[in-house]
């Protein structure tokens, strides 16, 4: 069964492929071939979506000719976000053989009666596809070198142990694979399948053209993080590409699924399928809807089992449950805003032309950014023109040589200011005296004011406000993914015997929440400004004619 596309892709030529030759690796249809769901399907049309302009050859310095094939692919990287026992080894498995010996590299634009045959390749399945005009083609490597990364042997045995099985019970597979053992799989031409661990010191140079990194949620040590960008670095040149596969994960964890996932880049690629947010995990009959909606078209998968196993689960640690089975970023105890709430918070109104404004500042390190909150209670991110763009006022040093450009945070509060009504700024003053003191001159000390974020129980007393009125829907936000992330990061770190103020995970130095403590202070002056009156509406002179 093929799908549906409109961009370059030789997805459907995968799955084909994958379907004539890969075989399902165990229990009750073991042996039988291993047939694509939809979901499969369509991961496999955007991960092997082909750029528009992409070539076997391009011109390079001088007029030559370079090779450009390793750059043909959209996504240089794809990750796969599905609950416990979707069935993320068994298809992790099946694209490792596709990489292996099947049709995995971009060979150039098909022409009229172009076919990918297998013959070609040394295989006598009998299998044929032919290709219509202008499709991307694709060829096997010529010399494949695959990695299945994990956090330890036993987690790489989660892939290897549904790979092994497929390759020798399919009758294909078992003649173009005949040296596949328990330690390594040995591929036609001098091509390798090896599992590596961050321990795996002399695996790590490799150039590898294919790499599955299994179960990305629980990398959240900083040995982990460092294989994971050594991979990538070394990957970059070969024109190989990573597949993560992973549960959704703890957000204070800082995991590496994680950061993939905020980084927020064009050529990641991200299916993460979720259920609506509003429906409650803890509710036995939205529980189930979650569960039909992210187990989606599994017909391997008993709901009634899963729903038995979440709610034993659910008794001693529900969060744990929530994302193994219902494929959701939920935070373990201790976290300031839950994924839900934020969620459900979340509307599609323009924001009113009188409103308040949060500022939060650094000068390296932590983010910079500007929250505002209108006179309904309606939160946002406001944007600025900055060369022939509106930006968004949140300011990532990493984006600006590691420093905040200060120049365009000026620019942003006068226009700001010129285009809104504000009544009142509430700014944490560290780094930033100057400018706050320019600002207050510029636009009167009235509607300025300081607010020490570090101030433990005047900043307690502020989130508790924030939270009690995000809970009983007193107040609501405008979309913003920076912000989100941001509040996800937060946790309560207590000083007292109830009082808390914000900070990351421990040990997670680039988790950010500078953006939500901009969030804070923003509403904290929507409310100073509420209790002042500054929202009143201003009476209106009228003059009577004689």
Not at 250 to 267: C, F, G, I, M, R
Not at 390 to 403: C, F, H, L, S, Y
Request: hydrophobic letters at 40%.
């Amino acid at each position: 069964m093929g799908a549906d596309f409109d961009f370059p892709t030789f997805g459907n030529l995968a799955g084909e492929w994958i379907e004539a030759h890969c075989v399902v690796p165990d229990m009750d249809l073991m042996g039988e071939p291993y047939l694509l769901t939809d979901e499969m399907w369509n991961f496999l049309l955007w991960f092997y979506r082909v750029k528009d302009d992409a070539a076997m050859l391009k011109p390079g310095k001088g007029g030559k000719m370079r090779s450009a094939w390793r750059s043909a692919f959209y996504y240089r990287r794809g990750q796969l976000v599905r609950p416990q026992k979707w069935g993320k080894g068994p298809f992790s498995a099946a694209i490792i053989c596709l990489e292996g010996v099947g049709p995995a590299r971009f060979n150039g634009w098909a022409q009229d009666g172009d076919a990918y045959v297998c013959a070609d390749w040394g295989c006598d399945c009998g299998f044929v596809y032919e290709y219509e005009e202008g499709d991307p083609m694709g060829v096997p490597w010529p010399t494949p070198l695959i990695q299945i990364v994990a956090s330890s042997e036993e987690q790489a045995d989660n892939v290897y142990s549904s790979l092994l099985p497929m390759i020798q019970l399919s009758p294909t597979l078992s003649e173009l694979i005949p040296d596949a053992g328990r330690s390594r799989i040995l591929l036609p031409n001098g091509g390798k399948i090896l599992t590596t661990t961050a321990s795996s010191n002399s695996r790590l140079g490799q150039r590898v053209t294919f790499i599955v990194w299994d179960e990305v949620g629980t990398w959240t040590s900083a040995e982990m993080h460092a294989l994971a960008v050594h991979i990538r670095r070394n990957n970059g040149g070969m024109g190989g590409r990573i597949l993560e596969t992973t549960n959704a994960w703890d957000p204070a964890q800082n995991s590496v699924a994680q950061k993939t996932y905020e980084a927020q880049l064009a050529d990641l690629l991200i299916d993460f399928r979720q259920a609506d947010p509003k429906l409650d995990y803890l509710v036995a009959e939205e529980r189930r809807l979650i569960h039909e909606y992210v187990y989606g078209d599994c017909h391997w998968v008993d709901l009634d089992r899963i729903e038995a196993e979440a709610l034993e689960i659910i008794k001693d640690d529900p969060a744990n449950a929530e994302r193994f089975f219902g494929n959701r970023i939920v935070a373990g105890k201790g976290t300031f805003i839950s994924v839900e709430l934020w969620a459900t918070r979340t509307v599609l109104d323009e924001p009113t032309n009188r409103i308040t404004l949060g500022f939060d500042g650094s000068i390296s390190g932590d983010w910079t950014a500007i929250r505002a909150c209108d006179d309904t209670g309606l939160r946002f991110t406001p944007t600025f023109p900055w060369d022939g763009r509106e930006v968004k006022t949140i300011w990532n040093p990493d984006e600006n040589r590691g420093q905040i450009p200060r120049e365009q945070v000026r620019a942003a509060v006068a226009h700001l200011f010129r285009k809104y009504n504000v009544v009142r700024m509430v700014c944490d003053p560290f780094e930033w005296e100057s400018q706050i003191d320019e600002w207050a001159a510029a636009y009167g000390s009235d509607k300025i004011a300081i607010f020490h974020t570090n101030s433990r129980t005047a900043m307690w007393h502020e989130l508790v406000r924030y939270k009690s009125d995000m809970e009983e829907h007193e107040t609501e936000h405008i979309e913003c993914k920076v912000t989100q992330i941001h509040a996800g990061n937060a946790v309560m770190v207590t000083f007292g015997v109830k009082e808390y103020i914000l900070g990351k995970p421990k040990g997670a130095k680039s988790q950010k929440i500078d953006a939500l403590m901009a969030d804070v202070l923003a509403y904290k002056a929507f409310l100073d400004a509420l209790a002042a009156g500054l929202f009143k509406e201003e009476k209106k002179k009228y003059w009577h004619l004689e």
